[in-house]
């Protein structure tokens, strides 16, 4: 089993930074994918990026590109989020997940753990 909590949500101002952690507990983080999700009022949940085991692989959705980066620190059982240059189309609550095997997927049914969100505000 593993355990995943997500801080570092909040409001801001459009055009602004934030920094998502997920700390994971429970096994050993060190040999999984971890993925960034989010869920806006009235949709779907939206791959956001997705970081291989040993952090060289990554994957981001195109709407974010340039703008977010997903990394890990596999000593502390951490994976981050840094957003950057925020719109308010990214106001949504931010998810992360752990899939306990190979490969960095984008689907979110690919994944096997999911942490409890936070919620991200980006105001015009």
């Known amino acids: 089993q593993v355990q995943l909590v997500e801080s570092g949500g909040g409001l801001v101002q459009a055009g602004e930074s934030l920094r998502l952690s997920c700390a994971a507990s429970?096994?050993?983080?060190?040999?999984?994918?971890m993925g960034w999700f989010r869920q806006a009022p009235g949709k779907e949940r939206e791959f956001v990026a997705t970081?291989?085991?040993?952090?060289?692989?990554?994957a981001y959705v195109d709407s974010v590109k340039g703008r977010f980066t997903i990394s890990r620190d596999n000593a502390m059982n951490t994976v981050y989020l840094q957003m950057r240059s925020l719109k308010p189309e990214d106001t949504a609550v931010y998810y992360c997940?752990?899939?306990?095997?190979?490969?960095?997927?984008?689907?979110?049914?690919?994944?096997?753990?999911w942490g409890q969100g936070t919620q991200v505000t980006v105001s015009s």
């Open positions: 997940a752990v899939r306990v095997a190979a490969g960095i997927p984008v689907a979110a049914a690919l994944y096997d753990y």
């Open positions: 429970g096994r050993t983080f060190s040999r999984y994918t």
């Open positions: 970081i291989s085991w040993s952090g060289g692989s990554t």
